[in-house]
């Protein structure tokens, strides 16, 4: 039993540094309106978000004299026939300025055949990071894309949220 709880501990691997993707689910809602033209009650129904997106963007998590955690996060939306998955997010060490570089991260995109479920309206991500700070850097930019990647006509990646950390006093 012990030989096995010391396999069982080594086998653990820590997902900090590993993509999470979740689906973002709606489900059906009623809404009652008045129309104020005529006074009639018109019913439909509508889909309402159960789960929250989040919003493009990177964080903090932490930050040592050598070493910077942040957080990458994000939604895709997909529904329908417009079958859209997260495959990876790549990194790429951008330009050198003085004391100061910019890190760029991409989300790679990829649309797929096939049918979407009907209570799926997209897919959240997200991903932690750690980068080692070089010793003369003071201020480092980091910027998120997207990149459909088999969608010709998009290939342009599109810059979806960017961060500055300035670390003037080294802890």
Same mark, same amino acid.
């Given at each position: 039993?012990?030989?096995?709880?010391?396999?069982?501990?080594?086998?653990?691997?820590?997902?900090?540094?590993?993509?999470?993707?979740?689906?973002?689910?709606?489900?059906?809602?009623?809404?009652?309106?008045?129309?104020?033209?005529?006074?009639?009650?018109?019913?439909?129904?509508?889909?309402?978000? /159960?789960?929250?997106?989040?919003?493009?963007?990177?964080?903090?998590?932490?930050?040592?004299?050598?070493?910077?955690?942040?957080?990458?996060?994000?939604?895709?939306?997909?529904?329908?026939?417009? /079958?859209?998955?997260?495959?990876?997010?790549?990194?790429?060490?951008?330009?050198?300025?003085?004391?100061?570089?910019?890190?760029?991260?991409?989300?790679?995109?990829?649309?797929?055949?096939?049918?979407?479920?009907?209570?799926?309206?997209?897919?959240?991500?997200?991903?932690?990071?750690?980068?080692?700070?070089?010793?003369?850097?003071?201020?480092?930019?980091?910027?998120?894309?997207?990149?459909?990647?088999?969608?010709?006509?998009?290939?342009?990646?599109?810059?979806?949220?960017?961060?500055?950390?300035?670390?003037?006093?080294?802890?």
């Amino acid at each position: 039993m012990i030989l096995t709880s010391f396999f069982a501990l080594l086998g653990c691997k820590s997902n900090a540094q590993k993509l999470q993707v979740t689906p973002i689910y709606t489900e059906p809602q009623r809404v009652t309106k008045e129309i104020p033209e005529t006074g009639r009650i018109q019913t439909y129904t509508t889909l309402k978000a /159960v789960v929250e997106r989040l919003n493009p963007m990177i964080f903090m998590l932490s930050k040592n004299a050598e070493t910077l955690q942040l957080r990458i996060q994000g939604n895709i939306s997909s529904g329908g026939h417009s /079958v859209h998955q997260v495959r990876k997010i790549g990194f790429e060490k951008g330009e050198r300025n003085g004391n100061t570089i910019t890190l760029r991260y991409y989300v790679e995109i990829k649309k797929i055949p096939g049918k979407e479920s009907a209570d799926v309206s997209g897919y959240n991500y997200t991903k932690d990071e750690i980068y080692k700070i070089p010793d003369d850097v003071k201020i480092i930019r980091i910027e998120l894309y997207e990149d459909k990647i088999n969608t010709p006509s998009d290939r342009n990646p599109q810059l979806v949220a960017h961060q500055t950390f300035n670390f003037f006093a080294k802890i």
